[in-house]
């Protein structure tokens, strides 16, 4: 049996990996509608201060003779963290319709009954009496 936490990451498919060496950075974006949201930009935990780039360098050479192993853990450990805090940055921006299950944004929400426009146009809230 596995006691093993998975993590909810919300955002399953309607974001960009934007990452790159120096950094991590998301860009999210509405599966309804062309508006999109960057997380800012969050630097490598691991970036190495002045000085320490020599053992830096040694450490790599380890990892790598280890099949590398370590170092990609680390790395991935270090983006699923920069990730969820790009997605508590972006959250307020975002809504999941309990209906479709999709990840729109407030323009593409309807507030009023909690779902999104197309499950629930604003329009069916108005009285239609033309049946
Ligand atoms: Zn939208
Ligand atoms: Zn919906």
Known sequence: MRELKTETIEFTDNYEDLSTDEGFQFLFYCERCDTDYLSEHQPCPSEPGEG?????????????????????????EAERVAL?????????????????????CDVCWNHAVLL????????????SSST
């Open 84 to 104: 969820r805090s790009a997605i508590a940055e972006v959250r307020d921006h975002f809504h999941e319709c309990s209906h479709c299950g999709e990840w729109i």
């Open 52 to 76: 320490i780039l020599n053992g830096v360098g040694d450490l790599w050479s380890d990892a790598t003779e280890n099949g590398n192993g370590a170092a990609e853990c680390e790395m991935a």
């Open 116 to 127: 999104c426009e197309k499950c629930a146009p604003s329009t069916t809230t108005l009285p």
